[in-house]
């Protein structure tokens, strides 16, 4: 298996480091990590280094040896972003958490119209916390190096902005009497950026979809099938990974 992640502000230079606070906590009264160990040590945004465990000090303190050079693990050169819509609940960190274990690259919140969760004040501020807090939990228990970024909430108009920059717009819409392509054979990129829309329950509103076409983005489906908006997103990560090679 591979090595435990724990992040660090900044990755050690060795040759050795103590691991303390939450992190030291969480491997020493946790993982209860032993000497001889391995472990991996990262800042989230690509650098990382691998140590040996040497000693566990007390409830929070693992001293770490034998350190590595650092490493960076380079940009993809296809990015993926997913706009997922406000699920009701906390299907939101739901969707957050697979999607990061999937390998998306980013994670923009999107207040859409049929949205029933409103995100305002310092309730927004909380559940964008909890989305971000997510994503690097879920980062580590994948043993990622580069956790996805999670942005500020957007609103459609915000959306379809970042969807004009991209090199391939998507948007998931099940409703058959759009015309849409299946994402398992649309025509990808061979880098640069892919924005994909997941629409909330009620799904996109036309006067969305029209706004988000005018700004260069297309309707895909996933399948016969419809997904939740919780989990359609995790799904047509895993497609893009795959047919862009990074899962090779």
């Not at 724990?6 to 030291?24: C, N, Q, S």
């Not at 948007?171 to 997941?198: I, K, M, Q, W, Y």
């Amino acid at each position: 298996m591979t090595a435990p992640v724990f992040v660090v502000e900044k990755v050690p230079a060795g040759p050795e480091f103590v691991l303390d606070g939450p992190e030291g906590r969480h491997a020493v009264s946790v993982k209860r990590l032993n000497p001889g160990e391995d472990v991996i040590l990262t800042d989230g945004r690509g650098h990382w280094t691998e140590g040996v465990v040497k000693a566990a000090e007390g409830k929070d303190r693992l001293v770490v040896m034998d350190l590595n050079s650092i490493e960076e693990e380079p940009e993809p050169a296809v990015r993926i972003t997913v706009v997922q819509a406000l699920p009701k609940g906390d299907r939101g960190e739901l969707a957050v958490e697979t999607m990061t274990e999937t390998g998306v690259d980013a994670i923009v919140p999107w207040q859409a119209s049929r949205c029933i969760t409103q995100w305002r004040g310092e309730r927004g501020a909380k559940s964008l916390a909890k989305w971000r807090a997510t994503a690097r939990e879920a980062g580590k228990q994948s043993r990622r190096v580069r956790f996805p970024e999670v942005a500020e909430a957007m609103s459609t108009k915000q959306v379809a902005a970042l969807l004009a920059g991209a090199d391939l717009a998507m948007v998931l819409h099940e409703d058959r009497n759009t015309p849409s392509e299946a994402l398992a054979t649309a025509e990808l990129p061979a880098g640069g950026s892919l924005v994909l829309v997941v629409g909330p329950e009620g799904g996109v509103s036309p006067e969305e979809l029209a706004v988000f076409a005018e700004a260069g983005a297309h309707p895909f489906r996933l399948g016969s099938s419809v997904l939740r908006t919780s989990t359609a997103g995790t799904a047509a990560t895993a497609v893009l990974l795959a047919r862009t090679g990074r899962w090779s």
